[in-house]
Structures are given as C-alpha cells and as structure tokens.
C-alpha cells in the first residue's frame, strides 16, 4: 500500500479524525486518529474527516480544518489546485475553538453523486464502464454495515442529511465529504440571515397578519388572506435559498404566523363575545329571543339615522296608578310595578313585540321592527287582550 501511494500520479489524501476518551481517572481526552506513519512518509497527504451535526443531528455543515490542519476537503482542494482559502472572505457557519465550518451545499440526496461498489472497482473490467474513473475524484470509504466473523457489528458510517428530512435515505459519510468538496470547487455557499435580519423578518410577518386579522371583517377572509402570507413566504424562502443560496428560516416564521393569527382571533372572540353579552344584557326585558337573536346576527341594522318602515305600536298604563300608589310604600310600589312590567313583558314577547320603553307606569310597545311580520297589527291586537286578561 505504500509502495502503491508512492508511486501514485495523483495525489492520495487519507482520512484522520479526533475521537472523544472518557478516562474516569483523568476525564474527557480528545485523541488525534492518524494514518500510518508509513503512508504519510510515502508522500501521502492528510486531511481531517472530523464532522459535527447540529443539534438535531443532521450534518449540514463541514469543517475547514481542525487544530489549524486542513479538513479532507479541503486538502483535496488544495491538491486539484484550488487556491488558499481565506475564511475572513466565506460566510463562516459557526466555529469549533478557532476552525471554522461552512454550510455544504448539497448536490442532491444519496447516491446522487455516482457511487461504485468495492468489487466493481476492484474488477472494473467487467463491472464498469470503459475509462469511468478517468479523470475522476475518488473518495473511498464504507458506507454499509459490515459483519465480521464473530458477530460483532460496526456502526454505519451515514448521516440524516437536510435531503433526509425530506423523505432521502441518510447518505454515507464518504459522500457527504464529496458534496463539501464540491461546494469548495463550485464556489456557491450558503449563507444563513444573521440574528437581526431573522427578528426583522419575523417582526413584520407578525405585523402583517395582525393587519389582516385586525383589518378585516369576514372571518374567511382573514384565514384566505394568512395563508396567502404563509404560503407566499415559504415560497419566497424556498426560492431564494435555491437561486440565491441564502437562507431564511422557515419553521419559525410559520409557527410565528400561526401563533399570531391564533392570538388575534382569539382575542378579537373575546372581544365580541363580550360585546354580544353586553347587547343580550341591555336588551333582555325588552325583546323576544327571536328579535334579539336577529339583532345579535345582523348588528349593521342597527347603524344610526334607523331604517323607515310600517309599525305598530301599543301604548298601555295602570288605571288609577296615582291613587294605587299613595297607599304603597316605596318598598311596595316597586315590586308591584316589578311583577306588573314582568307580565305585561312576556305577552308582548310572546306576541313578537319589542318593548320600547317604560315609562313610569306606562309601557310602549312596537311590532314589525326590527324583525318583520306581516300580521304585525294583528299581534298587537292579541298582545293588548291578553294584557286586559291577566291583570
């Protein structure tokens, strides 16, 4: 194998990583993985395949270097020529210690980068087509779960991918290298909105569907509207990621909007209920369910300056009220004129009549508004007689 690197044309990069050592006696230990000495003194290069995922374990992102030695990567870039890399000029992701890492601008899920299988590159006479490897960058690794003799299983070595997210099988840690290569060769990076950009976004997102909440009327409307925003953003995002390969957070804003638009309705709910309870509390006493179920569905009658129309209205008082009441009490008096309004109330409710007013001890009362009726004279004539009989 070292007699095969250095005889080799082309330039051979091996992998080496750091692995985390948990010694109870001395801690936590970062132990450096090195290739043989013998492949190195061989004129072999090396190149740190160390990846970190995110927090949710997708690895979106690849390192440049670490303790200041070039990455895989980036070593096979510097190998095909590629010029020093200044990282104060990249969008820089994040930083481990001082090494930076750039997002990978993924090509494509798994496989999408042409992969051969060991045995056929091993006899690629047969399993290959003709001169296939010519002029290719190779990256060699397992990307299979393998099964020695002794049925100890080793681990995979594949990653969920943001092309796993969307429904892609996790790609092999030989390919991810690859796609970071190719974002170094491309030159296209991602680069994701700062702190400040992403609240002003959601700030007027935020804005935007209070607007609509708060502006109109119509409840569908107010939904059509939202997901007009929602959609139209998530698509915005989606395009400027794609063309512009920058990118905008996507989750956040939506769950802000939905928030929002929850909020606002809720409390414009509120608000209205609240309003209703207060109109079915001045009305009680006055109106029949039916015309106060009317007025509560069809507020806008009620606008100032009214509507003309052809009513009737009855005019009733107690006989002799002046006299009845020298010989009451205050006390008394109020809970005579108390029961009296109760009864007279629900015959004229029971009529579909609205009481107007009281008037001391008189009562007016009117039919055909605000809820029509074509025999409104008529019920008024029964409301009257029905009056005459229970008192």
Known sequence: MAAAIGESRVPVILAATEEQVIDPRIGRLTKQLLPFDKFTQANAQVGYATMHPDSDQVLRQTRLSVNGTPSLSLQAFYALGGKVIDSEKLPVSRYQKDDPELFINYSGGTRHIYTVSYYQAIDYQVFLPPELLKDKIAFIGRAMAVEDLSERRMEKDTFPTPFSLAGSAMMPGT????????????????????????????????????????????????????????????????????????????????????????????????????????????????????????????????????????????????????????????????GTLNEYFTLIGDVIMEQEGMINKYIGDAVMAVWNTPVGHPDHCALACRAALNMKRIV
Do not use: C
């Open 175 to 334: 390919e991810v290298h690859a796609n970071a290569l190719t974002t170094l060769l491309g030159g296209v990076f991602i680069e994701k909105a700062s702190f400040l950009e992403t609240w002003i976004v959601l700030a007027v997102l935020a804005l935007l569907i209070s607007a609509i909440v708060i502006g109109f009327p119509s409840f569908r409307l107010k939904i059509a509207l939202s997901i007009v925003v929602m959609v139209g953003y998530l698509v915005g995002a989606t395009l400027i990621f794609v063309y512009q390969s920058y990118w905008l957070y996507t989750v956040q804003p939506l769950f802000l909007m939905l928030s929002v638009f929850g909020l606002n309705t809720l409390y414009q709910y509120r608000q209205t209920e609240k309003e209703r309870a207060h109109i079915r509390k001045a009305l009680k006493g006055y109106v029949s369910e039916q015309v106060m179920h009317h007025v509560m569905e069809h507020p806008e009658g009620l606008e100032l300056g009214g509507i003309q129309t052809n009513a009737t209205v009855l005019f009733s008082d107690i006989a002799g009220y002046s006299k009845i009441s020298e010989n009451m009490t205050p006390k008394q008096l109020f």
